[in-house]
DNA sequence: CGCGACGTTGATTTGCCTCAACGATTGTGG
DNA sequence: CCACAATCGTTGAGGCAAATCAACGTCGCG
């Protein structure tokens, strides 16, 4: 388990459909960009709990789950965890900053369900880049809404309570409140899972 | 005052050095783009306290600052202001997501100093886009870095005390913690200029 | 000069954490 | 299939970080 399994032209395409559909939301490639893309791709499977990638290691990969949710998370000088993202189907993730400078990653990221993901390399990213230039637009697009997104996370963070928080959150992702445990939830939202207890049984009865 | 100038080819060029140099960290430009580059960089010049975007406006440009000092904040609802970012010298700010949507802002940006700005309306940079593909891996960088660091931010919101937010701005923005007013931190911190001033206090003597 | 912007300090209150004990559920090996 | 251990959520008592409110000193500047 855990493998890598490279893939070439004979694999069965429709693996790939949630990946296809989600770049072509923001650029259309022909047949052969299609193709070459594809070929620079890796599947992984990844069991409930198991890591893709561990603090102290390189991140190698930019990632896209095409079944599953992983997320990310950091450790703090108490060993408590705090999560930076959480990614569903057709969510990207990486620890950016080892990815681009290849050095340890501070990250860990694994899995929260048994897990899908597709993997493109570091190097085979550079020269999609080069052979594919539209992917510079892709994924300039890709880390403007990023960028969006947490800004709006950190002005929730800096300017609610605990409870304004799961508000928001829960507003936002209805379907990530029912999917996740409720400590996971907390450890986003920057709080205990006892005090999100204590917010979650007054909202009950107020 | 706050005239917009339209520059062209018979503007002196070296106001925009700095912002050349910020371009030629990440592409290379030939001549001509540079010289299309230009022509689409208007200047604006702003008192302090003046304001380059109000929430409730659609934000048209995205901006560079050649001089001075801006900042983004945003008010809650009880009317209290939350800094988002400071933008120095060579820097870049807009609020992104109305510039993308066209819809209206939700940030407001003024000028903590008098300062000076190149400015690049949202049209023009989809020509920029379409005409200098190059500008696609510009912006791509940018938005990376630009993600990384606020991934940052939200580490210290969710994981540290007010204290430690404090030191690491210190450590992180040197420059920054001499030029701007102690309030000002204390609102991108997101604790009260009063416990900020306490917090300062203890460390002197301690 | 006098006013507004800025910073300091103290008293009190509140949001949230820590620690601890306790059900309920899940899952796993024997 | 049961027994036992994890895992997960709840609840309560006490404590600390930071907010709030208020008063006061100091500038810089119109």
């Known amino acids: 388990m855990l493998n890598d399994i490279f893939l070439s032209k ?17 650029i259309h490639l022909q047949p052969d960009e299609t ?29 896209f789950v095409l079944e599953g949710c992983l997320r990310n998370y950091y450790l703090d000088d108490n060993a408590d965890e705090h999560i930076l993202q959480f990614s569903v ?24 369900e048994d897990t899908t993901v597709a993997q493109i390399e570091r190097d085979n990213l550079e020269r999609l880049y ?9 994924f300039r697009i890709m880390f403007q809404n990023a960028f969006i997104a947490q800004q709006r996370r950190i002005l929730q963070n800096i300017g609610s309570t605990g409870e304004e928080r799961y508000l928001a959150f829960r507003e936002k992702y209805p379907a990530l409140e029912r999917r996740l445990p409720q ?8 709080i205990t899972p006892e005090f999100l207890s204590k917010i979650r049984g007054k909202l009950a009865k107020g």
């Open 89 to 112: 189907e057709d969510w990207w993730t990486s620890d950016l900053y080892s990815l681009l400078t290849q050095t340890p990653a501070s990250q860990f990221i694994d899995a929260l």
């Open 183 to 190: 400590h996971q939830i907390a450890a986003y939202l920057g």
């Open 130 to 138: 080069l052979e594919v230039p539209q992917f510079e637009r892709f």
């Open 10 to 26: 004979q694999n069965p395409v429709p693996v790939f459909d949630l990946l296809l559909k989600n770049v072509a939301r923001h």
């Open 35 to 63: 193709d070459f893309f594809i070929s620079l791709l890796q599947v992984r499977r990844l069991v409930k709990k198991a890591f893709l990638l561990q603090a102290g290691e390189v991140c190698r990969y930019e990632t």
